[in-house]
Every structure is written in C-alpha cells, then in structure tokens.
C-alpha cells in the first residue's frame, strides 16, 4: 500500500495529513513549522510515501530544498492550480488544507512549481532591496518638495547633487522649518548612501559574469536588467565571484 501527504505550511505549525491510494484519511497531526521535524514525523512511512505535496509560498525556498535532503519526496504545488482543486472546500483550516493537499497527491492532479536555487534568490533579494531603498529615497525627496508648496516654495528642476543646499536656501531664516527639513534630509541622505552600497554590489555582481557582461554591451542595458535576465546557471558564477559559495540546486 502507497501513502500521500498533504503539508499545510504556515510561519509556526505545519498541518500533517496522510491518505492511503485508496483515500482513506490515515494521520492527522500538527508539528513545528521545521524541515527536520516533518521529516521526522513523515519516517514511518518511509518508502511507501511516493509524494509529499505543499503549496508554495514564502517559506517554499527554504522548507522544499531541506526536506528533500532529509529524503521527503516533497513537491511543491503551482499555488493556482490548488486554490481551483480546492475552492469547493466548504470549511477552510489547516488540517482541511492539508487533508486536500493529500488527496491531491493521491489523484496526481496537480502542477509542480519549480523552486530556485538558494543562490538565485540571494540575487533576487539583493535587486528588490536596492529597488526598495530607491523607492523610498525617492519618495523622501518627493516629500520634501510637496511639503514645501504650502510655503510657496517650489523647488522646480533641481538636481540630486544640489537637492540639499536648495532646500536650505529655500527655509532659510526659518527656524522650525529650518529643524524639520534637516532631519528630513539626513534621512534622504542615509537611504541614498545604503542605496549606493548595494548598487555597487549590483554592478560587481554584473562584471564578474561574462554573459552579464554580453548583455551589458547592448545598448540600454544596464547591471541591473543584466542580472534580471541573466540564466540561473550564471548567478552561482558570478557569486562565487565574490566569495559566496554557491549551494547546490533544488
């Protein structure tokens, strides 16, 4: 007899369930949201459990790759593809979750979604981090330049090297108004000097792979969209280049 297991992952607790092939519901249990301790508790059913099926989500880059070193052969769900197999489930809980995510195993009606490497996300995460701290620069310097209308102070086309002395000029002889945007632009200055940090990151990472380099000779296309569209076999490359070590594939 073959047996399916339905994981239902959340931040602190995964809901267990386990069916037979012929639907039978055989356990039922919750556990800490830990790779090692699903595993642990998935051992009995070792060698008869084809498939272990769990819907992805932010935890999936970590939970897939661990418990497949533990041996679970887990698979990772196109999240779509759940919701439509189970959006006639009536009452929604965990262990409901993971009662359906087991027979969804079972049946074999399912897409599997494809998991990165450790290493692609570390370049996916460097990208919207600096992308984020533009934002927010970005949006601090738009601030500023709204908040002094109301005085009729309108800064017009200033650049980024000269931001800051104009709104000095502009406050000028204002105390209080002298305070708020100074501690305004000691803000936009800290975002600014972190942003150029990990843009510099951005740039060695590009200049230390040679397809990046490729697509940096094109007109238009900078580190940044060079890195986006660069092939997952090039990041651990151009890691490496810098000292981290790549790890292995899901």
């Known amino acids: 007899m073959e047996y399916f297991a339905g994981l239902d992952v959340s931040i602190d607790e995964t809901a267990i369930c386990v069916v037979s092939d012929g639907g039978d519901t055989c356990w039922e249990t919750s556990v800490a949201t830990d790779p090692t301790v699903i ?38 769900l196109e999240t779509r593809n759940v919701r439509a197999a189970m959006s006639a489930q009536r009452n929604k809980t965990d262990a409901k979750d993971a009662l359906g995510l087991a027979h969804i195993m079972r049946t074999g009606w399912h897409r599997q979604a494809h998991i990165k490497t450790e290493s692609c996300y570390r370049i996916r995460l460097l990208l919207v981090q600096r992308r984020n701290l533009k934002r927010k620069f970005l949006d601090l310097e738009n601030t500023i330049r709204h908040s002094l209308k109301a005085f009729g102070i309108r800064l017009g086309k200033v650049g980024r090297g000269g931001f800051e002395q104009a709104v000095r000029d502009a406050v000028d002889g204002d105390a209080m108004t002298v305070g708020l945007m100074e501690c305004m632009l000691r803000a936009r200055a800290a975002l600014w000097a972190e942003y150029l940090v990990l ?52």
């Open 39 to 76: 595993a642990d508790t998935l051992k009995p059913y070792a060698g008869r459990l084809p498939r272990a099926g769990h819907e992805a989500g932010a935890l999936s880059p970590w939970v897939h790759p661990e418990l497949l070193a533990a041996g679970v052969p887990a698979v990772c």
């Open 199 to 250: 843009n510099k990151l951005v740039v060695q990472l590009a200049m230390a792979d040679d397809l990046c380099r490729r697509f940096m000779a094109i007109p238009g296309v900078g580190s940044v969209t060079a890195l986006s569209l660069a092939p997952r076999s090039t990041i651990p490359r151009a890691s490496s280049a810098l000292g981290m070590s790549p790890p292995t594939s899901a």
